[in-house]
T-cell receptor, first 108, second 113 residues
C-alpha cells in the first residue's frame, strides 16, 4: 500500500509570501491529486497530474516521478488561501490514498 | 457549485436512532464514493459504487449501510451508531471508479451522542 507523507503539517505565512507544500509517496503511481479543504468542510480538486507541471492562476503543481515527490506552490499568497491542502495518489485502479494534509494560515 | 450536493449538512443523533445521509451528483459521473474524515486522520474510504454496483467496501461496520438506487444518487443509512462514529462524512464522484478527478460534496457533519 502506498504511504503518502506531507510536509509541513502546519504552515503560517504572511500575505504575499511564496508558499511550498511537499508530498512524498512510496510506490509508483498513475496519478497524484492536490485537494483544498476550507474550514466549512467541502473539498475542491486543485490538480490531477501524472508528470511535469500544471499551473492554475497563482497555484503551481509539480511532480518528479523518479523521486516520488510533488510540490504545490502558491505565489503571492492571500488570506483566502488559508485552508488544508491534501495530497492523494492512486496506482492503476486502486482507491486514492490520502496524506494527512497541510494546514495553511495566511495572515494579512 | 461543485455539482455534488449532500444533505443534511449537520446531523445530531442518539445511539438508538436511524438516520440517512443523502448525496446527489449532477455531473453525469459513473462512480460515487463515501469517505469518512475524523479529526487529525486522513480521509478514509468507506464505499465505492460504479454504475450502481458496489465495487469497494473497506471493512466498514454493518451499522453503516450504503444504497445507490441510480448513478446520480447515493445514500448512507445509519443505525445504532457509536460516539466514535462522529465525523465529517464526504460524498464524491468521478468519471470512473478510482479514476479521474474527484468532485466532493460539502460534507455532512455527524455527531453521535
Amino acid at each position: 500500500k502506498n504511504e503518502v507523507e506531507q510536509s509541513p503539517q502546519n504552515l503560517t505565512a504572511q500575505e504575499g509570501e511564496f508558499i511550498t507544500i511537499n508530498c512524498s509517496y512510496s510506490v509508483g503511481i498513475s496519478a497524484l491529486h492536490w485537494l483544498q479543504q476550507h474550514p466549512g468542510g467541502g473539498i475542491v480538486s486543485l490538480f490531477m497530474l501524472s508528470s511535469g507541471k500544471k499551473k492554475h492562476g497563482r497555484l503551481i503543481a509539480t511532480i518528479n516521478i523518479q523521486e516520488k515527490h510533488s510540490s504545490l506552490h502558491i505565489t503571492a499568497s492571500h488570506p483566502r488561501d488559508s485552508a488544508v491542502y491534501i495530497c492523494a495518489v492512486n496506482s492503476g485502479n486502486t482507491p486514492l490514498v490520502f496524506g494527512k494534509g497541510t494546514r495553511l494560515s495566511v495572515i494579512a | 457549485e461543485t455539482g455534488v450536493t449532500q444533505t443534511p449538512r449537520h446531523l445530531v443523533m442518539g445511539m438508538t436512532n436511524k438516520k440517512s445521509l443523502k448525496c446527489e451528483q449532477h455531473l453525469g459521473h459513473n462512480a460515487m464514493y463515501w469517505y469518512k474524515q475524523s479529526a487529525k486522520k486522513p480521509l478514509e474510504l468507506m464505499f465505492v459504487y460504479s454504475l450502481e454496483e458496489r465495487v469497494e467496501n473497506n471493512s466498514v461496520p454493518s451499522r453503516f449501510s450504503p444504497e445507490c438506487p441510480n448513478s446520480s444518487h447515493l445514500f448512507l443509512h445509519l443505525h445504532t451508531l457509536q460516539p466514535e462514529d462522529s465525523a465529517l462524512y464526504l460524498c464524491a464522484s468521478s468519471q470512473g471508479p478510482n479514476a479521474g478527478e474527484l468532485f466532493f460534496g460539502e460534507g455532512s457533519r455527524l455527531t453521535v451522542l
